[in-house]
């Protein structure tokens, strides 16, 4: 086994994909592997020096070491290849494409946004740390499209799908909705509070989904900075008893609240490749969601969930209608999505990654 440093910017106690795909690989590989990271201090240095100090703490940590994995192309990425040593970098989603619609420069999708020519500088530093590495991870196919219109050569790129590791203590929906105070069928979505998520519009449909079920509850987890106006469009659609936004959660009260609920609605414009759904499906909860990036690798149509088109309100009602409706559907999803879940085990991803980390 070569000896490897992981650049990740999050690690636990952090809550996130790449922390807890991080901590995995550490967990796994043992001896074998040590993990750099941000530190909370770090993350309080402005952005230019922050990256200095990185640098150089990276460089000490490297010396050591046959191949490093940067976890991201920006941050740890940028450090590792202006080391000059044998890097991966895994590509988990497009930064730029993220920060121009956070910062209101962009409406486009991210399939839109990548037919623009000029894509910023953060675009131009993912592309050329991906041309540096020696290899490019993501985990789809539908990333690895990306990455090749990035002009990165297919070859190049591994699928390493993410996986789902969950301790469950068994409780009812009854029981898990009393620990944590809640009332009524939860219909439940998770994410950051961003545009592309698709809130907003299921906050505006949830007077349409009490028409269907007078019990149903929108349970929102996540943060972000959407969270003032979604708060805003509560208040003024008078949904303060109907819909909570409950805020970020460690994974061990995520847990919780997909074992409270009924259905999750996953209303993304953009997925890489969600551990939510895979959460939910192994947790036995009925998935909706939107036919876009990652998700059409794993919800195949009326089987283990359904598709519906991307912020269309029709398509989100008319499967909660029938979804509800139909207490058989409900039961072939779940079994038929833990079904999928059991398929993404954190066994195939350490193996997989494995695999490329030994190529190099």
Known sequence: MKKILIATGIFPPDIGGPATYAKLLADHFGDDVHVMTYTAGLRKIPWPLRQVIFFFRLWRASRDVDVIYSLSPLGTGIAAALLGKPFVVRVAGDRAWEDAVNRGKTQLLLDDFQNLKKRGRKHRLQVWVCLK????????????????????????????????????????????????GLQ?????????????????????????????????????????????????????????????????????????????????????????????????MMIGVPVIASNMGGNRELVRQGENGFMVKYNDEFNLVEAVKTLWASPELRTKFTVEGKKTAAQYTPERTVRETKAVLDTI
């Open 133 to 180: 590495a020696k290899r490019v991870v993501v985990p789809s196919s539908y990333l690895a499209g990306i990455v090749v219109g990035w002009g990165i050569p297919r070859e190049k790129i591994t699928i390493v799908a993410n996986s789902a590791d969950l301790v469950v203590q068994p409780l009812s929906k009854e029981e898990a909705r009393k620990e944590l």
């Open 184 to 280: 009524g069928n939860v219909i439940i979505s998770v994410g950051r509070l961003v545009p592309w998520k698709g809130f907003r519009m299921l906050i505006k449909i949830v007077p349409q989904f009490l028409e269907i079920n007078p019990f149903f509850r929108l349970v929102i987890v996540g943060d972000g900075p959407d969270r003032t106006l979604l708060e805003t469009m509560i208040h003024n659609l008078n949904l303060q008893k109907k819909v909570h936004l409950v805020g970020k959660k460690s994974h061990e009260e995520l847990i919780r609240y997909l074992q409270a609920s009924e259905i999750m609605i996953l209303n993304s414009g953009y997925e890489g490749f969600s551990h939510q759904l895979l959460e939910a």
